[in-house]
C-alpha cells in the first residue's frame, strides 16, 4: 500500500492475499498452483510487479475470480500511483516554484503571469522542458560558464531561468558551424566595436559571432541573479547571453569579452562546472586583451592619471576610455568616484529589441 496526502493505492496483491487467507492456502501452494516462483508471488502480493493480463487469466483458473477483475484492480492500482506521484512532485515543485523570481519572469513575457502555485509549476516546468523542476539540478540541462559576482540557490535558479530564455531566442538565430579557432583571429575587430554605440556595434557583432557558430542574445537582468554574461553549448551552436546588469562601458565590454575568453578558451565543454582557475583564466584573457599587459604596465609607471593622459592611452589602445577607468578603478590606481565621467552608459534595451 502507498500513500500520499490526498490517495492511497492498494495493489491487486492484497485482495490475492485474503483469497489466500480465506482458503487457507499458503503461498507456496499458491504459486505452484500458479505456476510461477515463489519470489515471483511474494513481488505481486506486495505490488512489486505488474499484474499482467497473462496473470489475471492465471488467477482467473485458480482462484476461480475473473480475469477482468484483476486486470481492473491492476489499472486502478497505477493509475493512483500515478496520482501519488505527480502529487509528491508537485509538492516538492511548489517548494522550488517559490526560489524563482516568477513575477520578473512573467513581466517580461517569458512565462504567463499567474498567482496560482500549481499554475506556476506547471508554466515552469514547460518553460524548462521538464517534467520535473528537480531535474534542473542535472549538469546534462545545466551547462553553463558565466559571470556572476554571488552565488546562491535562489542566484542558481535565476540563473537557469535566465539561461533557458537565451536559449529559447537562440533556436532562431542562425550560425554556422562552431569554429573557436577561427574566432580568435577576429577578436581585434570586437575591441574596435568598444569605439562605437550599440546601434552601430550589436548588429555587426551579432553577424560576425553567428559566422564563427555563437548566437547573441541580450536579455535584461534578472534581480538577485548576479549575472552578467553567461555562454553554454544548445545543440551544435553556441549561446552567448548577455545582461544589461552594469551599464558602464567597461562593465559591459569586460564581460563580452569574459565570455569570448570561456569559448575561446574551451571552458564550457567542461563536465562539472567552472572552477575558481577557470574564472581567473578567463579574467586575463580577457583583460589583457582589451588592455595590453606590457602596455599597461609602462602606462601605471609613468604614475600620470590625469584625464588626458587616460584618453592619450586609451587612444593608443584602440579602445574606449571608460574601460581603462574601470581597470584602473579596479587596480585600485584611481577612486571609484574619479574619471567617471568616460565612462558612457550602454543603452541595452536596444540590443534586446533587437533579438
Known sequence: ???????????????????????????????????????????LINGDVQLTPETAERLELVLGVPARFWN????????????????????????????????????YGWVPKTSDTKERVVNLRKYFEVVDLSLLGDEQITKIACRRLGITEKSDLALMAWAQEAKIIARDIQTLPVDTKGLT??????????????????????????YYGIALVFLPHLKGSFLQGASFYDGNKIVMGLTNRGKDTDKFWFSFFHELAHIVLGHI?????????????????????????????????????????????????????????GRMQKDHLIEHNLMNDLKEQIDIEIMIKDN
Open 269 to 325: 565543454s567542461k563536465t562539472g562546472g567552472l572552477t575558481k582557475s577557470d574564472e581567473d583564466a578567463a579574467d586575463r584573457w580577457s583583460r589583457d586583451e582589451l588592455i595590453s599587459k606590457s602596455d599597461y604596465d609602462r602606462f601605471k609607471r609613468m604614475s600620470d592619471y590625469s584625464k588626458k593622459s587616460i584618453l592619450l592611452f586609451a587612444q593608443n589602445q584602440g579602445i574606449a576610455p571608460g574601460i581603462i577607468v
Open 72 to 107: 481492473n484492480l491492476e489499472g486502478i492500482y497505477r493509475e493512483k500511483l500515478l496520482k501519488i506521484k505527480a502529487e509528491e512532485s508537485m509538492d516538492t515543485d511548489s517548494e522550488i516554484v517559490k526560489l524563482f523570481p516568477y513575477n520578473e519572469m512573467a513581466k
Open 1 to 43: 500500500m502507498v500513500r500520499s496526502r490526498s490517495y492511497i493505492a492498494t495493489p491487486p496483491g492484497a485482495t490475492i492475499k485474503e483469497q489466500l487467507n480465506d482458503r487457507g492456502m499458503s503461498q507456496k501452494e499458491f504459486s505452484v498452483r500458479m505456476d510461477m516462483s515463489e519470489k515471483h508471488v511474494s513481488r
Open 185 to 210: 583571429s577576429v577578436v581585434p575587430e570586437f575591441k574596435k566595436m568598444t569605439l562605437l554605440q550599440p546601434a552601430e556595434f550589436c548588429p555587426e557583432m551579432k553577424k560576425m559571432l553567428a
